[in-house]
């Protein structure tokens, strides 16, 4: 609160990106992701999430959108997981990493901004 009573939310993170013309939830494609889990056999969600997405915007081009999970999937792999679950070619990973486990907040939900901090500087 400020010195007149207002209240200013601050530090809240961006959980969509605008590529082309469309604004593009992170958190669908991460529950796009997470359709093919019992399929592809990957891990259990258990002991805490097992990916998360974070992107960052280039004007003029297409957003950098980065993978992390906690088991091994390449970029073509996961690429092609977006294609079947019906991403449009604008929409592609540009890097994924692997984790021993994806950071966590106190509720239980991925600390973006810990990912950002150390995979985005």
């Given at each position: 609160l400020d010195d007149e009573g207002r209240l200013t939310i601050s530090g809240r993170l961006k959980r969509f990106i605008k590529v082309g013309a469309?604004?593009?939830?992170?958190?669908?494609?991460?529950?796009a992701l997470m359709d093919f889990q019992k399929e592809l056999e990957w891990p259990s969600t258990e002991e805490g999430?097992?990916?998360?997405?974070?992107?960052?915007?280039?004007p003029g081009d297409r957003p950098l959108i980065y993978l992390f999970t906690t088991f091994p999937l390449t970029i073509e792999e996961g690429n092609d997981?977006?294609?079947?679950?019906?991403?449009s070619n604008l929409i592609r990973l540009t890097k994924t990493y692997q984790l021993d486990e994806i950071p966590i907040m106190g509720t239980g939900k991925v600390n973006y901004?810990?990912?950002?901090e150390q995979y985005l500087k």
């Open positions: 469309e604004m593009v939830s992170l958190e669908a494609i991460e529950r999430p097992i990916l998360g997405i974070i992107a960052h915007e280039v997981l977006l294609k079947k679950a019906g991403f901004r810990v990912l950002e």
